[in-house]
């Protein structure tokens, strides 16, 4: 364990038990131990300028470190990216209620005015080490002020690349005056990241299909996290919040089967439409808190709905993302799905089926899996059924501001920062991102079957790669503090009484570090928090109606009734009972989860074996050959 995350890991133990909604008497920086830790590092520095020795040059350090290339090209790319969001954050004083929902921090006034202080400093050009030291006291200042319930990652980037752009105005190393206002800065943003993450204490993992999730998930158990399970048919979800995966149409999936000139029950990835229970946040972190207290859990589908919008961001947990470059994404994706194709029609050459289509016949199988997947997951189920031609760069600039608001950003292609960022970012001490173990569509055996057109898939998966470069260079700023920070431990030297927090480290990093009065304080505020299980009941009713509406759709002459059968059973019945954290916890699902009940009705759709001869014109004029 890092020293200086070992000293911020104590102050862990003194957190106020605040959130929204929630205050304490005595809740400031003093409490959370921040200025003890400031406090030893201005005496290091004093010791070392007793001794004759110059102040350590971390900011520098961290600077070579996170651009190692040493190529100017790499640090312009990222302050492109950063001038976007200074002007975004320039040009939205008040941002609009569709903003907030995917960047709720900026709610606080005191995020949003850091913020506007830090582009007002970037845009500020010149060496005037006075007025720089000024400003970024006024800011250290507002820092204090904020909640310790909160890590507020998007005014930490703001922050950082607005020092980062400073360091560039000298051309070099900072002056040592400015060089120790820089150093506060940089040690409270980790300080109030890290107490954060002990306080929520819990991991929301986005996990977008086909960027090295289920490597991530593991990953996860390898670091002690709870979790409903880890194999890769859990894979991290929660089975009755139904986050799974949504990838082929129904309609589509008539006309495949038809090419194939094979009868099969509907495969589970036919599930484009299928419905999810509408629980918020609050409803989510009550119920892993009712369930065994879990720490860390995947959605692999969209943000949830939010009041009013179509999604929301979750600030209750530590926000957690990985992407890849969305043309890597694609290939895989279409891989995948030809291998679940071949391995579900074992005895069928799925392969022509696959080969010599266009972008249209991927879009009309995969309309989001293909189509600007990052946007439509990130901004929620309506964004994600969007018609095709319907995601714009408009779209993409929300959702960069739902990648902005995750606490930690990975990049699958940046493997050295995303080691660093699991490190230091979310306290794991255990094995990280295995080498080779991403799922991927390699063992297919068949070559991946892009279309003709791959150019056009490519062009209309432009709002994607503006998310995916803008996120990477967020990454960037993230690896700015994440190296200044171990930098510094070096500098501390051993900090001792440790023991304890690095044990308790080893269950999930930072989130397991929260104090009882954080708990405590956590219970108290979702303690009336009710998990409807209407909604649950509803999930399981409509999923069962639409296994049985394909299946009558799929059937011959004569099946329909043992289709309706099928989807009418009530061996999936979910109890009526709302659940509080009044008396002892009360599990929603009476007998079975939805999830069983889901693997119940395919088993009987099994019964179902047919395509229908009829409608095969039809299917072609719908499709396309």
């Known amino acids: 364990m890092l020293r200086v995350a070992i000293a911020l890991g104590l102050l862990c133990s003194h957190a106020a038990a605040v959130s929204a909604g929630v205050t304490a008497a005595g809740l400031g920086q003093d409490s959370w131990g921040g200025d003890k830790l400031l406090s030893r590092w201005r005496e290091m520095l004093s010791a070392k300028a007793d001794k004759g020795e110059p102040a350590p040059s971390v900011f520098e350090q961290a600077f070579t470190a996170t651009f190692s290339s040493g190529q100017a ?5 990222t302050m492109q990216q950063y001038a976007e969001l200074a002007r975004w954050v320039e040009g939205n004083p008040q941002p609009s209620e569709a903003m907030l929902a995917f960047l709720p921090e900026f709610r606080n006034p005191v995020a949003l005015n850091i913020s506007r202080a830090a ?9 005037d080490a006075a007025s720089l030291i000024a400003a970024l006291g006024s800011i250290t200042e507002q820092l204090r002020a904020t909640t310790a319930w909160r890590g507020y990652p998007a ?11 400073k360091r560039l105005d000298f051309g070099g190393r900072f002056p040592t005056d400015v060089q120790s206002a820089v150093d506060s800065v940089m040690l409270q943003l980790f300080q109030l990241h890290k107490t954060s993450a002990a306080n929520r204490g819990a991991v929301q993992f986005f996990h977008v299909s086909k960027s090295g999730g289920t490597n991530l998930c593991q990953a996860a158990e390898a670091n002690g996290c709870a979790s409903q399970g880890f194999d890769t048919r859990t894979n991290c979800l929660i089975r009755d ?40 946040c609050e409803q989510r972190r009550a119920y892993l808190l009712r369930h065994g207290d879990l720490n860390f859990y995947a959605n692999e589908y969209t943000n949830p709905p939010g009041a009013g919008v179509a999604s929301t961001m979750c600030d209750d947990f530590v926000n957690l993302i990985m992407i890849r470059n969305p043309h890597d994404r694609l290939k895989s994706q279409i891989g995948w799905i030809q291998k679940l194709y071949k391995e579900f029609f074992m005895d069928v050459d799925t392969q022509r089926t696959f080969t010599n289509r266009t972008t249209g016949f991927w879009e009309r199988l995969m309309p989001a899996g293909v189509n600007n997947y990052y946007v439509r997951s990130l901004l929620g189920q309506r964004f994600f059924e969007f018609p095709i031609n319907q995601v714009t760069s408009a779209d993409a600039g929300l959702a960069k501001l739902a990648a902005l608001q995750h606490d930690i950003l990975l990049t699958l292609e940046s493997k050295a920062r995303n080691e660093l960022a699991m490190r230091v970012g979310l306290g794991w001490r255990g094995s990280a991102l295995k080498e080779g173990a991403i799922r991927s569509s390699t063992e297919l055996g068949d070559t991946v079957a892009l279309p003709l057109d791959y150019d056009t898939m490519l062009e209309r998966n432009a709002p994607d790669m503006e998310v995916y470069l803008f996120a990477k260079e967020l990454q960037a700023l993230d690896s700015l503090l994440w190296n200044f920070v171990s930098i510094a431990d070096s500098q501390l030297g051993p900090s001792g009484g440790a023991g304890d927090v690095v044990a308790s480290s080893e269950k999930c990093g930072y989130v397991s570090l929260g104090s009882a009065e954080a708990a405590k304080a956590r219970e108290e505020r979702l303690r009336d928090v009710e998990i409807p299980a209407a909604a649950m009941q509803r999930a399981v009713a409509m999923a069962e109606a639409a296994a049985a509406a394909a299946a009558a759709a799929l059937a011959p002459p004569g099946a329909n009734d043992t289709a309706a059968d099928a989807g009418s059973g009530g061996d ?20 079975d989860s939805p999830r069983k009940s889901i693997i119940s009705i395919n088993r009987r759709l099994m019964r179902t074996r047919a395509i229908g001869q009829r409608h095969r014109s039809h299917h072609r004029r719908l499709l396309g050959a």
Request: with cysteine; net charge positive.
């Open 241 to 280: 919040f139904m986050d799974q995966p949504r990838w082929v149409t129904a309609n589509a999936h008539k006309y495949v089967q038809y090419r194939m000139s094979s009868r099969q029950a509907l495969p589970w990835f036919v599930n484009f439409h299928t419905h999810r229970p509408a629980l918020t």
């Open 155 to 165: 005014t930490r980037r703001v922050l950082i690349g607005c020092l980062l752009k």
């Open 572 to 591: 999936g019945a979910v109890g009526a009972t709302a659940t509080s954290l009044r008396g002892n916890p009360v599990k929603l699902v009476s007998s």
């Open 73 to 77: 090209e790499e640090v312009d790319r």
């Open 119 to 127: 582009v007002t400093l970037y845009k500020t050009e010149g060496k």
